[in-house]
């Protein structure tokens, strides 16, 4: 039963009374219309409805629901409920899927529905935490366009307690608020937006000074939880193997879990759902995981690519905030926006940082390049001006007509000058083989050769600087190599060894057999070789570290050396000597 009521002097059933009542509801509708459209959120809206509505319509609960993002849930923005029987009613129980109960029904098929005793309607569902009471319920869909974007419920104690009236004045009001929501939505879209732009704008601004990998990785992880609302946030970056490893995190306090460092390309490829643009990874995806790899497995993630050139690879993965909703979930479109406009710019800033450390390197190349060529030039002119000056002193004295050599005298000067003439023929040899094999145009010229009589030949022929005693252990050893390389490995060898040891100390050199093939060893008293120059020695116009102790030499002998070998398929390297000093190692394989 209604309540008697009177509308300007009618009482209520009449038809004035019908009449006055309907104009009082329009003008109270058409004031809050207008309340709905002065407001700019969307909870603002929900609550403006619920709190104001009863002007309208006589109620006892409101509750305004909008569809989620994805279709599948209806969520409360509002909702009131005026008597002790509502009092119950939580967030969390008003969460309905979409199709089930009346409301989710109404915003299935987009139909008003009016239960006059929700207690014997077949599609009603009792909300969790309220007590079972007879109860009229409208629900009416909130329409944009052809789209429903949510419901307007109202329910009163008792049956039958609403009229058609009721639900026409419900249907109006869900027009005039679908419209305010869509505008609201519009209006916080745009204002996420611009502030999306300022965020993006200030974290590229941050990345300008990022001129390497950790500089830009630390930025990103430093920047993402001021922007996203999450627990922990990983960089994770694609090695040449395929496995992602963790280059960068910052976890919360108690986030913080015993994950691997390293997901196998296995593992990682059947999870990356998208290599393009940002993704959600689901619980239910993440309890499909291995359990090494799940992390607390109890939190959705954002899930960012990166790609930079020429060919690099990685993401971010942001793991969702308990604060953010049931179970870490809660991520916005505003969050995948921000993920999608970091990552670009991440991506954007570590290509930059790559070329950045390219330039770097070619600038570190050319400055060791310009000073190879300074220390090249200085050893080449010392090289040649010590052999052209005694080659034109000989020459000026040989030219003098008042000069009356004897016979051993002519033959020492004829003798220098062969030596002094050898010097320069063997240094632009060198430096004209060192060319070759840099153009990679040298092949060797195998011949079945005895080695061991090959090294003793080349000792018994060596005119070295210095009084060194040269002991010689070669054993007879026949194997397909070319002779004149090998004859020129042992001679750099050898002059290598005079340079650096000290006068009337002695030099060691050995051929022995190894592993199929031959072992060749020059041993001397020198100073040795640091372990931090072992590999730089045979780099081309390297010195040793005691360069001016001896004659400096060009620095393209022990490269000849390394190189020689390796055409051979063998190699060249230095050790220590038992006792002192340092032992020059070349292998050649027997094929």
């Given at each position: 039963m209604r309540n008697v009521e009177s509308y300007g002097g009618a009482v209520t059933g009449s038809p004035l009374a019908d009449e006055l009542r309907s104009l009082a509801q329009l003008r109270m509708l058409h004031s809050l219309a207008q309340r709905l459209n002065e407001l700019n959120d969307v909870r603002q809206i929900g609550e403006a409805i619920t709190a104001e509505l009863h002007t309208v319509i006589e109620y006892h609960n409101c509750r305004v629901h909008l569809l989620s993002e994805d279709g599948q849930l209806l969520v409360p923005i509002a909702f009131r409920g005026e008597l002790s029987e509502y009092q119950g009613e939580t967030f969390e129980a008003l969460l309905i899927p979409f199709g089930a109960g009346i409301t989710g029904r109404v915003a299935e098929t987009g139909e008003s529905h009016y239960a006059a005793n929700t207690a014997e309607d077949p599609a009603a569902v009792n909300i969790a935490g309220t007590p079972d009471v007879d109860e009229s319920l409208i629900v009416v869909p909130m329409r944009y366009g052809s789209n429903v974007i949510g419901t307007v419920a109202l329910a009163k104690l008792g049956v039958d307690q609403f009229d058609d009236e009721d639900v026409r004045l419900l249907e109006v009001l869900a027009a005039h608020a679908a419209v305010a929501i869509e505008n609201a939505r519009l209006y916080e879209r745009e204002r996420n937006s611009a502030q999306v732009a300022r965020e993006l704008l200030k974290f590229s601004q941050t990345l300008t000074g990022a001129h390497d990998m950790e500089s830009v990785l630390s930025e990103a992880i430093r920047t993402i939880p001021a922007m996203i609302l999450c627990a922990s946030v990983r960089v994770y970056l694609r090695d040449p193997t395929g496995a992602f490893r963790v280059a960068a995190s910052v976890e919360g306090e108690a986030e913080a879990w015993a994950e691997p460092l390293v997901v196998p390309a296995d593992v990682a490829q059947r999870f990356l759902l998208s290599t393009q643009e940002p993704f959600v990874l689901t619980m239910e995806t993440i309890a499909a995981v291995p359990e090494p790899y799940r992390g607390r497995g109890d939190r959705e993630a954002i899930i960012a690519p990166l790609h930079w050139e020429p060919d690099g690879f990685g993401a971010i993965a942001i793991s969702g905030d308990p604060r953010a909703g049931p179970a870490g979930t809660g991520f916005s479109s505003r969050d995948l926006e921000l993920a999608r406009g970091i990552a670009d710019i991440a991506s954007l800033a570590l290509g930059k940082a790559g070329r950045f450390r390219e330039l770097e390197e070619a600038a570190e190349r050319l400055r060791a390049l310009d000073e190879m060529k300074n220390m090249f030039l200085d050893a080449v002119s010392h090289e040649l001006r010590t052999p052209l000056a005694a080659v034109l002193g000989i020459a000026?004295?040989?030219?003098?007509?008042?000069?009356?050599?004897?016979?051993?005298?002519?033959?020492?000067?004829?003798?220098?000058?062969?030596?002094?003439?050898?010097?320069?023929?063997?240094?632009?040899?060198?430096?004209?083989?060192?060319?070759?094999?840099?153009?990679?145009?040298?092949?060797?010229?195998?011949?079945?050769?005895?080695?061991?009589?090959?090294?003793?030949?080349?000792?018994?022929?060596?005119?070295?600087?210095?009084?060194?005693?040269?002991?010689?252990?070669?054993?007879?050893?026949?194997?397909?190599?070319?002779?004149?390389?090998?004859?020129?490995?042992?001679?750099?060898?050898?002059?290598?060894?005079?340079?650096h040891a000290p006068d009337a100390t002695g030099i060691w050199v050995s051929a022995t057999a190894s592993d199929g093939g031959v072992l060749i060893t020059v041993e001397d008293n020198g100073p040795g070789v640091p372990p931090e120059l072992r590999a730089a020695v045979f780099e081309p116009f390297r010195q040793g570290p005691d360069r001016s102790q001896h004659s400096p030499g060009v620095g393209i002998g022990l490269s000849l050396v390394a190189r020689f070998a390796e055409i051979h398929g063998g190699r060249a390297w230095v050790e220590d000597r038992p006792g002192g000093g340092a032992s020059f190692r070349v292998f050649i394989p027997a094929s």
């Open positions: 000026l004295t040989l030219g003098r007509p008042e000069i009356d050599l004897s016979e051993p005298e002519a033959r020492d000067l004829i003798t220098r000058l062969q030596t002094n003439a050898r010097k320069l023929e063997r240094l632009l040899s060198d430096l004209l083989d060192l060319d070759r094999l840099v153009r990679g145009i040298v092949e060797p010229n195998r011949r079945p050769t005895d080695v061991g009589a090959l090294v003793r030949g080349v000792v018994d022929a060596a005119e070295l600087p210095g009084d060194h005693e040269i002991t010689v252990q070669a054993d007879t050893l026949v194997l397909p190599v070319d002779a004149a390389k090998v004859e020129r490995i042992v001679e750099n060898l050898l002059a290598n060894a005079a340079r």
